[in-house]
């Protein structure tokens, strides 16, 4: 065959695997809806909702800045966004730096931790690699409602802020 030919039968089989992808999503879509779960804002994909909920962490960082911390104190969902962020970036949390990532001790941070594995939106295990490091990542429950959350937020975004 020859390297035209071969060419011309890879783009066929790439766009017929995009087909298939495409209707495969669309069956996926309208199942969800059927279950009456809301599909995701229109032209957010997780990563645009990980930027939105860095923001909303970031933000809430900052209220430091202004306020007293004493008056705010929300580590679960702290950990939450962490955990989010991370699973769409593919990064691995560490139980130490979720205490961080919620600016509690350390002591609070684990029992925040441990309700939110005991509530079934995170949970706990050893790294494969490392038997010392514990990690914590969202499970598909916490990920799923961290996702309409966060798209619910982006969608009641409005530009400019009416007066």
Do not use: H, N
């Not at 779960?37 to 209220?63: H, M």
């Not at 104190?73 to 962490?82: I, K, R, S």
């Not at 038997?131 to 969608?155: N, S």
Request: hydrophobic share 40%; charged share 30%; glycine share 8%.
């Amino acid at each position: 065959m020859g390297g035209s030919r071969l060419l011309e039968a890879s783009e066929e089989l790439l766009l017929e695997t995009i087909e298939t992808l495409a209707q495969r999503v669309a069956e996926l879509e309208a199942r969800a809806l059927e279950a009456g779960e809301p599909s995701r804002p229109l032209g957010c994909s997780d990563d645009k909702l990980a930027t939105s909920a860095t923001s909303i962490y970031r933000t809430r960082q900052q209220r430091a800045r202004y306020f007293d911390p004493a008056l705010f104190g929300e580590p679960a969902w702290d950990m939450l966004l962490d955990l989010f962020i991370a699973r769409v970036r593919g990064a691995r949390v560490s139980t130490t730096s979720l205490c961080l990532a919620a600016k509690v001790p350390q002591a609070t941070g684990l029992r925040w931790v441990g309700e939110l594995v005991k509530a079934g939106y995170a949970r706990r295990y050893r790294a494969p690699d490392d038997a010392r490091l514990k990690l914590v990542e969202i499970t598909p429950e916490g990920f799923r409602l961290m996702r309409r959350c966060v798209g619910d937020g982006v969608t009641r975004f409005e530009w400019p802020v009416p007066d």
